[in-house]
């Protein structure tokens, strides 16, 4: 552990822009002021670049264990604190699914020896598991994970006495993938009967559609709200979903939140011509309408959080058929410089991505210490260079995958260096390889 003195940086931070200087003592932000001197510290001169905190990432699948041939913890942590992510919390849907404490337990002793960022894991559900679900611990678990549609593995949750035993018995946040299966499926059959197996891609958005998602959203806020339940919507994709929430309701207080993610905000189906399947998510990525107004509900804080649902598959596998080729895409590297790319165009306040990114985090999951730069917490810190431009090319991506949908965009900025816990662990380009990161804990319990 070391002593840093951040010198003449532009703090981005709880809605202010200012200038700052900031003592890391170890793990711990010890000073904020106008200027600060200690001769025992190393001083990083600052001057015209922003510190921001470091981004906290509520969906990620890091791919370990079970299917590390697409990435893993430490392969995926690395590319996440190049990207100025600092803290992830991970899927279930990893193989063996993470559907006993046990299980779980491994996942968290993975990470204690290799993440080199923050993490938690996500308790999964399935059908008939409600009794292990219920053993986890809300103070060091950051929430279940109920996926609504299919998955991998043994973790899609249709059935109606399961889902109302979840969402009346689980007293801990419950996050939920919204597909309505029964439609998908429909759909599905449709195209097949037309394409057979070699769909165009472009019809993803029909096969996993706006009806599919509205379905199953609409019934995971009725189910929440008939039991008071504690219920966090992941990557609404469609304009017709945002009629389910609200923003009169402080965010600490909301029993009812949602997550857009960064391709949404990125992409539509304009994009399905040149980027064929290296954009296939699910939810899909759909029309530009629906893009739009997922960019009005963070503005307006229907929705609450932007992440990444980062999910790196080969691409080898990406290069298959429309119904072999799987879903998602690696995005944790430069989720923040697109966020910030997007503030460069107008649309959004570089104040409002630091909000969605690293404070709505960690008021909405009540994580301790973490998501502000404050004296006292923990020293999770970016500087990002506004003058300097990063280019995507496969020479600079950390993926294990090898590729990114962002590949030969240039971004606006450079994120240049990366603190976790007050360890320095990328710096211009380098990643320093160390096992930093710390299980995330939680103080909010309802």
């Known amino acids: 552990m070391m002593r840093y ?59 370990e264990p079970g299917l590390t041939h697409k990435g893993n913890i430490l392969t995926e942590s690395r590319a996440a604190v190049a990207g100025g992510i600092t803290s992830f919390m991970e899927m279930p849907n990893t193989v063996p699914n993470a559907l006993t404490q046990e299980l779980l337990a491994d996942k968290y002793a993975i990470a204690a020896n290799s993440s080199i960022a923050n993490y938690s894991f996500f308790m999964g559900a399935s059908n008939d598991n409600i009794e292990e679900v219920l053993k986890t611990d809300p103070k060091n678990v950051c929430g279940v994970k109920v996926f609504m549609g299919s998955s991998t593995g043994n973790m899609l949750v249709d059935a109606p006495t399961t889902l109302n035993k979840i969402f009346s018995e689980v007293p801990m946040l419950i996050a939920t993938h919204c597909e309505d299966e029964t439609t998908v499926r429909r759909n599905m059959e449709i195209y097949r009967e037309k394409y057979g197996e070699a769909v165009p891609i472009k019809y993803h958005p029909e096969i996993r559609s706006a009806e599919a998602c509205y379905l199953s959203s609409s019934l995971a806020v009725s189910l929440a709200k008939k039991h008071n339940a504690r219920l966090h919507v992941l990557h609404i994709s469609t304009e017709k979903e945002l009629s389910l929430f609200e923003n009169t309701t402080p965010l600490a207080q909301k029993r009812i939140t949602a ?188």
């Open 5 to 63: 003195l951040l010198k003449q940086a532009t703090l981005i931070n709880e809605g202010t822009s200012a200038v700052k200087d900031v003592l890391i003592n170890n793990d711990i932000i010890e000073k904020i002021a106008t200027s600060i001197s200690d001769p025992t510290a190393t001083e990083i001169n600052c001057e015209g670049k922003y510190l921001v905190p470091g981004s906290i990432d509520d969906q990620v699948h890091f791919r």
């Open 259 to 446: 997550e857009a993610c960064v391709h949404h905000l990125w992409f539509s189906e304009e994009d399905y011509d040149q980027k064929g399947t290296l954009i296939k998510w699910n939810p899909a990525v759909k029309k530009k309408s629906d893009r739009d107004a997922i960019w009005q509900a963070v503005l307006d804080n229907r929705i609450d959080v932007i992440a990444t649902d980062h999910a790196p598959h080969t691409r080898e596998e990406k290069n298959n058929e429309y119904f072999s080729a799987p879903s998602g895409g690696p995005l944790v590297q430069h989720a923040l410089l697109a966020l910030f790319e997007k503030a460069k165009q107008g649309i959004i306040s570089k104040e409002r991505v630091i909000e969605k990114t690293a404070h709505a985090p960690s008021i909405l999951f009540g994580v301790e210490n973490r998501g502000f730069i404050r004296e006292g917490y923990f020293a999770d810190l970016v500087i990002i260079n506004p003058n300097k431009s990063t280019t995507v090319s496969k020479e600079n991506i950390l993926y294990d995958c090898g590729w990114s949908p962002f590949e030969g965009i240039t971004f606006s900025h450079q994120i240049e260096k990366t603190f976790v816990n007050g360890n320095l662990v990328f710096d211009n380009d380098k990643i320093i390889d160390q096992s930093t990161g710390k299980r995330l804990t939680f103080n909010r319990f309802d």
